[in-house]
């Protein structure tokens, strides 16, 4: 009979103890940084990012393809939205484009050498102002 008293009371020791440590624990001071995420959810977003154009000058569509009517162009550095992106042509030709709005509102073939897509538009102003150096 002595037995099971002490094997309870002593389970009741060992709990009063882990839980002790644990009220301790979520008390102390971490010294963690919250981190607070951006204000909307990337798959709500309404754009797929921001581009800053890389080229001296390219044309911006109508639609996307290369022999459509040219609406205007963006010079080196221009910050746009990117709406779209559209990948078109055949299976050994593909042509990837985006659809952007700065100035106005088009199609840009997407080329590494023409545009660069960031997620944040802080992202694409920062590179931005490093390509006008």
Known sequence: MNASIFHS???????IICMAIFVYACA??????????P????????VVG?????ASFTRVMHSPEP???SLGYLRRGAVVRVLERRSLGSPGRRESWVLV???FRGWLQEDEQVIDIY?????AGTAASIITR
């Open 28 to 37: 102390k001071e971490s010294g963690e940084i919250m981190i607070i995420p």
């Open 39 to 46: 204000p909307t959810h990337p798959l709500s977003r309404s």
């Open 67 to 69: 022999a459509g009517v």
């Open 50 to 54: 921001y581009g800053v154009i890389k």
């Open 101 to 103: 709005e700065g100035n």
């Open 9 to 15: 009371q002593g389970w009741g020791f060992v709990l």
């Open 119 to 123: 997620d944040l538009e802080a992202q």
